[in-house]
């Protein structure tokens, strides 16, 4: 995974920000089939926006969530020990912190390589 998880494997990270894991107890058959269903469902939201059909746009989207909360991803946390769900929040402000700071800190090479490099975006088409 391109992605850096955290060692307890709840959460990964995207620009800095931590996004919960699927449950793993679920087997690769289950979370196969889910992520497949979820794979569809975004195509429907994708497809009843593009028709501009808002009830569909709307079926799908309770189709996502509940798939979602099927894999572990949403709705309450798969873990047992009573931590709490940090979900979406900012790795630099949680527990944490100072695993990301050093994994950050190893990735970076260059540009920041989680955000965009917006120096050479702003000077497209101005030669």
Do not use: C
């Not at 990270?13 to 289950?30: K, Q, Y």
């Not at 709307?58 to 009573?82: M, Q, T």
Request: aromatic share 8%; net charge positive.
């Amino acid at each position: 995974m391109k992605h850096p998880v955290t060692a307890d494997g709840r959460y990964f990270v995207v620009r800095g920000r931590l996004w919960r894991m699927a449950n793993p107890d679920l087997s690769d058959d289950e979370r196969a089939s889910l992520v497949k269903r979820l794979m569809a469902a975004r195509r429907a939201v994708r497809d009843a926006k593009a028709d501009q059909a808002p009830e569909l746009e709307a079926a799908a989207h309770r189709e996502v969530d509940e798939i979602k909360r099927a894999l572990g991803e949403r709705g309450p946390v798969w873990w047992k020990d009573g931590a709490p769900d940090l979900n979406r929040h900012m790795a630099k402000n949680t527990p944490y912190a100072a695993w990301y700071a050093k994994v950050f800190a190893a990735s970076v090479k260059g540009p920041r390589q989680d955000t965009p490099d917006t120096s050479r975006r702003s000077n497209r088409g101005r030669r």
